[in-house]
């Protein structure tokens, strides 16, 4: 079965070996079959996978180019 198949029948298995935990959550959370499911991209910028050692004015500075 093809990734885009298993996503979109909510059968997506991501290999443990290989992949932190919090990159794991952060693709289960992006992968959900049903498209209401899915975060918003600035809930996804606020997941500890960017977030992680990071101020939390981390992506205002990315935007005004203030970093």
């Known amino acids: 079965m093809k990734l885009q198949e298993q996503i979109l029948a909510g059968q997506l298995?991501?290999?443990?070996?290989?992949i932190d935990n919090?990159?794991?959550?952060?693709?289960n959370?992006?992968?959900?079959?049903?498209?209401?499911?899915r975060p918003s991209i600035d809930k996804?910028?606020?997941h500890r996978m960017f977030m992680q050692d990071?101020?939390?004015d981390?992506?205002?500075k990315i935007?005004?180019?203030t970093f």
């Open 44 to 46: 996804l910028k606020k």
């Open 22 to 27: 919090i990159a794991r959550d952060f693709l």
């Open 13 to 18: 298995k991501l290999n443990k070996a290989g």
């Open 63 to 65: 935007q005004n180019k």
């Open 29 to 37: 959370q992006i992968f959900q079959s049903d498209p209401e499911m």
């Open 54 to 56: 990071k101020p939390s």
């Open 58 to 60: 981390y992506w205002s």
